[in-house]
Nanobody
Framework: QVQLVESGGGLVQAGGSLGLSCAFS????????MGWFRQAPGKEREFVAA????????DYADSVKGRFTISRDNAKNTVYLQMSSLKPEDTAVYCC???????????????????WGQGTQVTVSS
């Protein structure tokens, strides 16, 4: 079992920056691929970014490439999402997720992830 707890959400103006953190715990959690997903009101959950256990491979949704950066510190059992040049359309609940180490690529499908955090609200005002 892996537990995930997000923090760092809040209200920010368009063009601003915000950092999210996800503390993970559980047996072998540092070997899991970690991802960030988001869900806006009335929309389906969508992939944002993911990073493999070593931190050497990552993937991003086209909508956030060049603006968001995912990273992880396995010594601190934490994965981060640094968001910059935020837009109102980035407003959503952001969730951290963990996928068991059964893939050799960075997975971006919701169904590939086994554990989920509760989420943290990010609101970008125009």
């Amino acid at each position: 079992q892996v537990q995930l707890v997000e923090s760092g959400g809040g209200l920010v103006q368009a063009g601003g920056s915000l950092g999210l953190s996800c503390a993970f715990s559980g047996r072998a959690a540092s070997s899991y691929t970690m991802g960030w997903f988001r869900q806006a009101p009335g929309k389906e959950r969508e992939f944002v970014a993911a990073i493999r256990w070593s931190g050497t491979m990552s993937d991003y949704a086209d909508s956030v490439k060049g603006r968001f950066t995912i990273s992880r510190d396995n010594a601190k059992n934490t994965v981060y999402l640094q968001m910059s040049s935020l837009k109102p359309e980035d407003t959503a609940v952001y969730c951290c997720a963990a996928a068991r180490p059964r893939y050799t690529i960075v997975v971006n499908a919701t169904a590939s992830y086994d554990y989920w955090g509760q989420g943290t609200q990010v609101t970008v005002s125009s």
